[in-house]
């Protein structure tokens, strides 16, 4: 089974695919959803959750989304039919980092999909070139809380703390207007649906000829979180604005 399918059934009870509970998602889409008629897009949208709850929350608003996983655009395709937003909804199929729009966006959003870019700061200035004067930037990618073993380091990233992450990101011409740390409670949500999802699909399915694979990639997925990274890595995202004279 490829990585694609395997992300797509792990997510099935948690579509925001990032640490974030339904309440963090909408309070963060009504700080970027202000006037309600906003273009809205999503550089790495995966299944098009962000843009789909947009799109429901904002009659007026119309969103784009890109995504390199044909698969993931389907979902949205589908989702967004089901909830009634089709027509609002463009999707583009390629890596977003070369996305390019003759027209500007009011809000622009990329949560957990910094790697596409290079990191946190290659990614806000991809944001930054599609950002309408006056818009804003949701943004969500991860830091260490505490300092993390090598094997942690290799597994994920080279992330910074909190307050270097916080640093960086003014350094490169933003203001932070709002912002949210996960919780303890949602980033243990997040991986016991994930990994959970997985296992019980695999144990559902013991006649599939990827049931075993998709079983030991839970088990493994689930022990590289508690014994890896589980008390080091933490969750942040972002609402940012430029700073006037910002780069």
């Not at 390629?94 to 870019?117: K, M, N």
Request: charge should be negative.
């Amino acid at each position: 089974m490829n990585r694609e399918e395997i992300s797509r059934i792990a997510h099935t009870d948690h579509p925001i695919k990032s640490p974030l509970d339904d309440a963090a998602v909408h309070r963060l889409l009504a700080k970027g959803l202000r006037r309600g008629d906003e273009r809205v897009l999503d550089l790495g949208c995966g299944s098009g959750e962000w843009l789909l709850r947009a799109l429901e929350a904002r009659p007026q608003a119309s969103a784009t989304g890109v995504d390199l996983a044909e698969g993931s655009l389907a979902q949205a395709r589908q989702g967004a039919r089901e909830r009634g937003v089709a027509e609002r909804l463009t999707l583009h199929h390629g890596p977003a980092a070369e996305f390019a729009s003759a027209e500007p966006f009011d809000l622009v959003l990329s949560v957990g999909a910094a790697h596409a870019f290079g990191g946190l700061l290659p990614t806000l200035a991809a944001a930054r070139e599609h950002l309408a004067p006056g818009g804003r930037v949701v943004i969500g990618d991860g830091f260490w809380e505490r300092t993390p073993s090598s094997e942690a380091v290799e597994m994920l990233g080279d992330f910074a703390d909190l307050a270097t992450t916080l640093d960086r990101v003014v350094a490169d011409g933003w203001t932070p207007v709002d912002g949210h740390i996960s919780s303890r409670q949602e980033l243990d949500a997040y991986e016991w649906a994930c990994w959970g999802t997985l296992a019980a699909w695999a144990l559902d399915h013991p006649d599939d000829p990827d049931s075993a694979e998709v079983l030991a990639t839970a088990h493994l997925r689930r022990s590289e979180w508690l014994r890896v990274y589980r008390d080091t890595w933490g969750f942040l995202t972002l609402v940012l604005q430029r700073t006037p004279d910002g780069r």
